[in-house]
């Protein structure tokens, strides 16, 4: 399908207003629309919160009655079932729209080409595959949990420019700088939940809260933690609604952390026993937790780097040398040859205040 300059325009717009809502719609994905005509843009709108009218509904009361023969831009598939609010298929018919243009269908089962079928059979142009990637990318975690049954997984580092991650005594605050631990926040905020190890809390003691940007709900603080070793005075418990500590032998330490008001819960081992970290995954996907961000010591983000469970790695890099007995970001190897190494793809290079944050992926093919 050859799209037009202005069907992008459109379309580019309408992911901009979807990425409003990048800290509010959980667990729904992140959506805009945009109605326009030939020339001009009628209505647009993006969905806020689950609850909330979808971004088509918003667009449409936007727009006004007179939308007969107009596109509608949307950035995931209409849905065309009664859900906690209407259908936007029907409502999208009712206007009187004359074309869709859709950058991605929805995989949640129950829509999953259905709107767009019902659009067809009801003779309405739909077009789709708009700035697909982009839209894919603003719902990775959806895209994930939907496709894959687990969340998009997203490990976070601050590290010296020799790769370490607190001095040898194990101190690490703070290697980078405001500048770099402020951004850090707008990644949490988008996450539904922060997991880190009971090493990082027993060393570090952190909140892991959004502290920067005013949300409506705080992400779910999880700690794996296969024994319960947790004190239950630690600061990522409180408060005690917005943890979960998993681990895999349940006894008095957890029966005393529910005592004090913390979920505990009991996952399947590794066999070594370990937190099993695919369970561990497809548990909070159950939960319909999207995007996981991972803020842990060198074992955990190790383990889950050599399972392949990691899709997204944030490094924040400091201009400066922590020497040879500190700690590295991830526990890997020890490897035998070159051709073991871990192969990541540069996404993104950014300045943060004197620092850099560079986003990689694992790359699949080699």
């Not at 037009?4 to 580019?12: K, L």
């Not at 019902?118 to 595959?129: K, T, Y």
Request: net charge negative; proline share 6%; hydrophobic share 40%.
């Amino acid at each position: 399908m050859d799209f037009s300059r202005y069907d992008h325009e459109c379309m580019a717009l309408a992911l901009r207003l979807a990425g409003k809502g990048l800290y509010t719609t959980h667990p729904n994905p992140r959506v805009g629309c945009v109605i326009a005509d030939s020339d001009r843009i009628l209505g647009s709108g993006w969905h806020r919160a689950a609850g909330e009218a979808h971004a088509e509904i918003a667009a449409l009361q936007n727009a006004g009655p007179a939308v007969a023969g107009a596109t509608a831009y949307v950035t995931l598939e209409p849905c065309s079932h009664q859900g906690r609010t209407a259908a936007c298929t029907d409502a999208l018919l009712e206007a009187g729209i004359a074309r869709v243009v859709g950058a991605v269908a929805d995989p949640f089962p129950e829509v999953d080409g259905k709107g767009f079928e019902c659009l067809r059979e009801a003779g309405i142009r739909v077009d789709v595959g708009l700035m697909e990637r982009q839209a894919r990318e603003l719902n990775a975690g959806f895209f994930s949990r939907m496709e894959r049954g687990r969340p998009w997984l997203r490990v976070k580092s601050a590290q010296s420019l020799d790769g370490r991650t607190a001095l040898a005594s194990g101190e690490s605050q703070w290697i980078t700088s405001e500048p770099s631990r402020r951004d850090v926040q707008r990644w949490r905020a988008r996450s539904d939940a922060i997991l880190t190890g009971v090493g990082t809390v027993r060393a570090d003691n952190p909140r892991m809260t959004v502290w920067d940007i005013e949300l409506k709900h705080q992400p779910l603080r999880v700690i794996a933690d296969s024994s319960f070793r947790i004190d239950p005075g630690s600061r990522i418990l409180d408060p005690a609604d917005t943890a979960l500590v998993v681990g895999c032998t349940p006894g008095p330490r957890s029966e005393a952390l529910e005592a004090a008001g913390v979920e505990c819960l009991v996952v399947d081992d590794d066999g070594s026993g370990r937190v099993s970290l695919p369970a561990l995954l497809h548990t909070l996907a159950d939960r319909m937790i999207n995007e996981v961000q991972v803020e842990a010591g060198a074992m955990l983000c190790g383990a889950l780097l050599e399972s392949n469970l990691v899709d997204e790695i944030l490094i924040y890099q400091a201009p400066c040398l922590l020497g040879l007995e500190a700690p590295p970001a991830f526990a890997v190897g020890p490897l035998e040859s070159m051709a073991e190494r871990v192969h990541l793809e540069v996404r993104e290079i950014v300045r943060t205040g004197p620092d850099w944050r560079i986003r990689l992926h694992p790359r699949k093919d080699v």
